[in-house]
């Protein structure tokens, strides 16, 4: 046999094995809500749940890197909301030009989201504060602070520029489905191929082992909540151009449990050390399509969430018994 | 007179995936025997005690302890010490001999009771740790000595010890063999895994050994010697243990001066040149930390590390390596090797940097890499990919070796390199040890075996409870020498 074609095998082999898991189960699920339900199967439906999916979507890819490395990411939903705020204040304060106001905007959310990433990482690999406590204390502040600033209510903005980004379709795929698309592509990448990739996993496999292997345990920890929090600023800048507003209240409300939720339906480990960005993808394709359908379904919207915990639940058990 | 026939396999036989492990072992083992088994690394020993222990099933086969068929009743009345520590980290040690049968009532423990019986126990191994630190404080052998209490803590008629000496010193040891005397004499069977072949010589009646899954032979201790145990293991004639000694020569290489770190390291100077020179002392007498602090790992308190003159600032251990000082820790599974990681990604872990092109990775050099040292080393694996936890322990031994000297080291510090390895692999490492030297490199040996540094050393520096307690060299490295320094007493 050719090396290539067995070098090739060999890829795909892999990559089934790390996602493969999931896009089956997602593969199953999506015919047999098409074949169960007519609307569901609708294109405008389908379209209408990879957007609905795509704000924690996008969160999620950055938690993948999080849990990777062995922690865990709880203020990236508050995080959203505060940047979501700040970016629709600021750009309200830019006299003149719309679509200088839209650029001004976009560098304070993705500023503010790295930045609240940042704070975390500092908090978890300088403060030596346990991922969990500092992210749940910086969840709690983020909120306040968005609060503080949008007076407990809803920001909006009168920008047409704003509002056109943020409903555009190209291709008849919405745009914020593009940049999950995209940033899926690019953060698989960078998990699979970088060196930092690599460092990521290797400290939430043993962080003892990584430390003795000289690799800068601190400074990989910061860089995956780092990402979280960019992947949150970009995730706020284009939640708020869907409507040309954010609720200070409820914007990003529970999208830390998505986000975390998607992540493990995904096929990653918990403990950290083994990832796929792409399975993160399916997860949260998954969990859009089970709370579509159950919208379809008539079930009340206050029993999905029992359904969806169900799901993340049988999701996990199912990849236990795989691995074994 | 013949006593009692406690154990019994017949024809036990075990494959993974397809690759045979054990094929059809039967062997007998009486009550108060102590039955000794030996075999290279994949050999199929950790299986077989598996099978005893009830955590594989085997294909075939039958295993009778006390005339009733273990495979249906469990291995109740046999106790482990296994290989590698099975210790709660954070619970103390007397929470750990007691884990999972605490003594108490209505659901409360009874922490005096289990304080109490845990001195006992320890006491009874001649070995001073209070029964309330917890099992992260402790030192490596501290850890197995706790094992050994857990162990002894329950009423059991067979005692299977898998390597419990590779960590502790001759001291250590003879009080384990002095209680594993005690047990015989009391009706306790013994089945006791080592790859110290004097002392499997010394303590036990028979003598079984395995090779690729077949039962060699199983003979009296008494009518075989090392070297004949080690001919049947290997299945070979067997060189000369140790190769050629490599003195230090040249000028010195690495200068330190005056280091301390903490409580552990105090006051430490010495040189290395271009060779082997060894490191002794006993157990907790800061060996490791010593060389810990060099590689930046533990915070320095005082004092300097020079490279062939310079003094380096060293602050995190990247700086260490960049400058060519590895360090291939003793602790291989808690900071060797990502057991979970595939074969070539922990060969590569710490220098990944020379196989990457703006941060991306070049897989196929990477892949070359690996599969360069899996040939030099002649590592067994199925594939590049394996996830390490699949390799024996000298296979994953290697890959720690690898790794360190994928980063071109001038200075190389081997902490008990040889720990959990068998014969054969053995003499590929301390070869491979002394090619290295010879090319230049300044070695450090690192290691609680006292033949293993008198085999390979002409120059040894001795350590006690933190300090440096004097340098031996040529004809004064005996047994008597090195003790007499790590010990301060005659």
Known sequence: MQPESTNGIRRLTTLLKSTGGPWAALVVLLLVCCISNEHFRSVQNLVNITRQVSYS???????????????????????????????????????????????????????????????????????????????????????????????????????????????????????????????????SLVLKRTRLGRHICAVGSNERVARYAAIRTGLVKFYTYLIAGTTAGISALLFGGRLNSVSSTSAGLSYELDAIAAVIIGGSSMNGGKASVWGTLAGILILGIVSNVLDMWGISVTLQGTVKGLVIIIAVMMQRKTLK | ????????????????????????????????????????????????????????????????????????????????????????????????????????????????????????????????????????SLSVAEKQMVEIAKALSVDCRLLIMDEPTTVLNQKESAILFRIMRELKAGGTSILFISHRLEEIRTICDRVAVLRDGVLVSCDPAESLDAMEIARRMVGRELKQMFPPTVPPSGPPLLTVENLSSGKEVKHVSFELQAGITGLAGLAGAGRTELAETICALRKRSSGSVKLAGE????????????????????????????????????????????????????????????????????????????????????????????????????????????????????????????????????????????????????????????????????????????????????
């Open chain 1, 57 to 187: 979507g996008l969160i999620a890819l950055g938690m993948t890197f999080v849990i990777a490395g062995g922690g865990i990411d709880l203020s990236v939903g508050s995080l959203l909301a505060f940047s979501g705020v700040i970016s629709i204040l600021g750009m309200n304060a830019v006299p003149g030009s719309e679509t200088l106001a839209v650029a001004v905007a976009a560098v304070i959310a993705v500023a503010l989201g790295a930045a609240g990433g940042a704070a975390n990482g500092a908090l978890v690999a300088l403060g030596k504060v346990p991922p969990f406590i500092a992210t749940l204390g910086t969840l709690v502040i983020f909120r306040s602070l968005a609060l503080y600033f949008g007076n407990s209510g809803l920001v909006s903005s009168e920008n047409e520029v704003y509002r056109e980004i943020g409903g555009a379709v190209i291709g008849g795929i919405p745009l914020p489905v593009w940049i999950l698309l995209i940033l899926t592509v690019v953060l």
């Open chain 2, 1 to 136: 007179m013949e006593s009692e026939l406690l154990l019994r396999t017949e024809g036990v036989r075990k494959s993974f995936e397809g690759t045979p492990v054990l094929s059809g072992i039967s062997l007998e083992l009486r009550a108060g025997e102590i039955l000794g088994l030996v075999g290279e690394n994949g050999a199929g020993k950790s299986t077989f005690v598996k099978c005893l222990l009830g955590l594989h099933r085997p294909d075939s086969g039958s295993i009778t302890f006390l005339g009733r068929d273990l495979l249906r009743t469990g291995p109740a009345g046999i106790a482990a010490i296994p290989q590698e520590f099975n210790l709660v980290k954070d619970l103390t040690v007397a929470e750990n001999i007691f884990l999972g049968r605490e003594p108490g009532r209505f659901g409360f423990l009874n922490r005096s009771l289990m304080r109490s019986e845990s001195r006992r126990l320890l006491q009874k191994l001649d070995v001073e740790i209070d029964p309330e630190r917890k099992i992260d």
């Open chain 2, 311 to 490: 003094t380096l600032h060293l602050r995190k251990p990247a700086d260490a390596l960049a400058h060519g000082i590895v360090y291939l820790s003793e602790d291989r599974q808690g900071s060797g090797i990502l057991t979970e990681f595939p074969l070539d990604r922990n060969v590569t872990l710490s220098s990944l940097r020379r196989y990457c092109h703006a941060g991306i990775i070049n897989r196929e050099a990477e892949r070359a890499c690996a599969e360069s040292y899996v040939k030099k080393f002649r590592i067994k694996t199925a594939s590049l990919e394996t996830e390490l936890k699949y390799l024996s322990g000298g296979n994953q031994q290697k890959v720690a070796l690898a790794k360190c000297l994928d980063n071109c080291p001038r200075v190389f510090l081997f902490d008990e390199p040889t720990r959990g390895v068998d014969i054969g692999a053995r003499s590929d490492l301390y070869e491979f040890i002394r090619e290295l030297a010879a090319s230049g490199v300044a070695c450090l040996l690192i290691s609680s075996d006292l033949e293993e540094i008198i085999g390979m050393c002409d120059r040894v520096l001795v350590m006690r409870a933190g300090e440096l307690a004097g340098t031996l060299e040529k004809e004064h490295v005996t047994e008597e020498e090195i003790m007499y320094l790590a010990t301060g007493v005659n």
